[in-house]
């Protein structure tokens, strides 16, 4: 008779990983004691874009940043400023 199936071991939590990992890696610990949940880093003036475009639109300045060894965020800036030539500044 042949053997059945065998359960793997569960994933290990992030308690047993945390408590594992180097003093540098651990997460920072808030005033109250309690671990951060979430420790994010302002870039400047940075902000999120989230605007619905067409497919084309995103493929095209994808395949433009990769041409011109450029980031999307920086041809957008550069749009812009063309677009502020020709219609003017808001």
């Given at each position: 008779?042949?053997?059945?199936?065998?359960?793997?071991?569960?994933?290990?939590?992030?308690?047993?990983?945390?408590?594992?990992?180097?003093?540098a890696a651990k997460p920072a610990v808030s005033p109250g004691g309690t671990p951060a949940k979430f420790d994010h880093q302002a870039e400047g003036e940075k902000v999120q874009f989230n605007k619905r475009i067409t497919r084309r639109t995103a493929d095209g300045y994808e395949i433009l940043a990769i041409r011109t060894r450029r980031k999307v965020p920086d041809l957008i800036e550069e749009a812009l400023e063309l677009l502020e030539e020709k219609y003017g500044k808001i």
């Open positions: 008779m042949s053997r059945g199936l065998t359960l793997a071991q569960p994933p290990r939590r992030r308690a047993e990983i945390r408590d594992e990992a180097p003093d």
